[in-house]
């Protein structure tokens, strides 16, 4: 029997502060603990603890393909120049950039 994949779009949003990171993510597993990569929220989660950012699953879809144009859509120049956004780049592209 072949394992089940899920695909979504999640967001984690620091309590102490309200600022958010939008991401995707493929899993076997819906309780694997996963909770983002970017860099800005790589440090907000060593600075106020992982259990002040709390992680919302905002859809799922059937696959990666959909998954990226979802990303795409939803992580846009707009929601990147919010004062409260920790995302660095427009969705879809994936991975650590240098800026």
Known sequence: MEATVYYYVYQITN???G???VGVHQTNNLEDGYIGSGKILQRSINKHGK???V???IEFVESRDLLKERERIIVNE???NEDLCMNLMIGGHGGWHQF
């Open 51 to 53: 259990e002040n950012h």
């Open 15 to 17: 309590l102490i502060n």
């Open 78 to 80: 707009e929601l990147i």
């Open 19 to 21: 600022k958010i990171y």
């Open 55 to 57: 992680c919302e699953i």
